[in-house]
């Protein structure tokens, strides 16, 4: 059933006079004026920048992160499997023997994988698009989700199997970066 508009939605009690000075008071379409758009406009944009998350160092990682703070790269391996591993964890996740040790890394590496970000999945991330996400294969057989640095973001320039070596990025002062660059 359409109902028709009321002829005075403003319903002035005084009859047409000089009360309503806009006949046509917005035949408010549905849905226009609704408090989404500008809600959810307004809890991104608050006029401050929005950075990207910094990682947060557990118990069982801290040696990672102490090391990347002096340019050394830790890792874990299994003395059971002898298989390397990331990211730091005390129970190997091949074969769940707690018979774990650190080791230091060459931080020589391939690249395992890699995507193209052109769209920042975060908006800490938007001024770094696009990007090179990729996993490096460390020689000691640990895989990394990292970045690739100092290199153009272009398919066409990038190989699987490539050979990298580590940058540091220095975030803050607990926090340093392990990405790539081509070797
Ligand atoms: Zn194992």
């Not at 849905?31 to 809600?39: D, F, L, V």
């Not at 890792?75 to 990331?86: G, I, L, N, S, V």
Request: proline share 13%; net charge positive.
């Amino acid at each position: 059933m359409t109902s028709t508009p009321s002829p005075s939605p403003q319903s002035s009690p005084a009859k047409g006079e000089a009360a309503n000075p806009s006949p046509q008071p917005a035949p408010l379409v549905r849905g226009e004026g609704s408090p989404i758009t500008p809600s959810l406009r307004s809890s991104h944009a608050k006029g401050e920048e929005v950075r990207a998350p910094v990682p947060v160092p557990q118990p069982e990682s801290d040696r990672y992160w102490e090391g990347l703070r002096r340019s050394e790269i830790w890792m874990r391996r299994c003395e059971d499997c002898k298989k390397a591993y990331f990211y730091p964890r005390d129970i190997c996740p091949h074969c769940f023997s707690r018979r774990t040790q650190w080791f230091r890394s060459t931080g020589r590496g391939t690249i395992h994988t890699f995507a193209i970000a052109h769209r920042a999945p975060h908006p800490g991330f938007a001024d770094k698009v696009p990007y090179v996400a990729a996993i490096v294969e460390l020689e000691e057989g640990a895989r990394v989700p990292t970045n690739l640095v100092g290199i153009d973001p272009d398919p066409a320039k990038i190989r699987i199997g490539a050979p990298v070596k580590p940058v540091f990025e220095k975030l803050t002062d607990t926090i340093t970066l392990l990405k790539f660059t081509l070797a």
